[in-house]
T-cell receptor, first 116, second 114 residues
């Protein structure tokens, strides 16, 4: 079965320092991968998606993610955190084969806190 | 450009009551989904639909029903509300076909069963 694991439930950084949110997936084939962000009491917004065109994916608000097939990872990074980045982040996989391609599988989320 | 619209935004139900959560999308997407979000658990798929007239169970379908009579609408029905159904519910849609297709989410419905 395909799955996604977010390795940290909470991450706290200081404003202006780098952000790293870790995600590992399990899949027999290269899946489609996404990062979504959810601000408090809001819906989910797409940050970026892996399209297989490039392993380094750029998203909105300065976020990036690198697809590493050998490590089955898709970690989310940002060089410099801003207070407005405080939110919950979800790594999501869409299987690329079989009858499950119409489903999205969510990680359990990482809550990012940004300290002034 | 409305996207995915959910109503209501908030609701309090008594145990045993029933209600329907409404979801509509204006992007002509074939795929629609209902998720529930509980703290620390991520989003769990309740039901999904790949087109009008076609629905299927997700991970946590018990206590819920859905229908899909049109491409635009995908209501979620709770027949006998239970405290375990207290959650935030999200409706989403995506296009079908090949390629990397992300889902678009509504703003959520916060449901409390007391």
């Amino acid at each position: 079965a395909q799955s996604v694991t977010q390795l940290d439930s909470h991450v706290s950084v200081s404003e202006g320092t780098p952000v790293l949110l870790r995600c590992n997936y399990s899949s027999s084939y290269s899946p489609s991968l996404f990062w979504y962000v959810q601000h408090p009491n809001k819906g989910l917004q797409l940050l970026l998606k892996y399209t297989s065109a490039a392993t380094l994916v750029k998203g909105i608000n300065g976020f990036e993610a690198e697809f590493k097939k050998s490590e089955t990872s898709f970690h989310l990074t940002k060089p410099s955190a801003h207070m407005s980045d405080a939110a919950e982040y979800f790594c999501v996989v869409r299987p690329s084969w079989g009858g499950a391609t119409n489903k999205l599988i969510f990680g359990t989320g990482t809550l990012l806190a940004v300290q002034p | 450009n409305a996207g995915v619209t959910q109503t209501p935004k908030f609701r309090i139900l008594k145990i045993g009551q029933s209600m329907t959560l409404q979801c509509t999308q204006d992007m002509n997407h074939n795929y629609m989904y209902w998720y529930r979000q509980d703290p620390g658990m991520g989003l769990k798929l309740i039901y999904y639909s790949v087109g009008a007239g076609i629905t299927d169970k997700g991970e946590v379908p018990n206590g819920y029903n859905v229908s899909r009579s049109t491409t635009e609408d995908f209501p979620l029905r709770l027949e006998l509300a239970a405290p375990s159904q207290t959650s935030v519910y999200f409706c989403a849609s995506s296009r079908s076909g090949g390629g990397v297709t992300e889902a678009f989410f509504g703003q959520g419905t916060r449901l409390t069963v007391v």
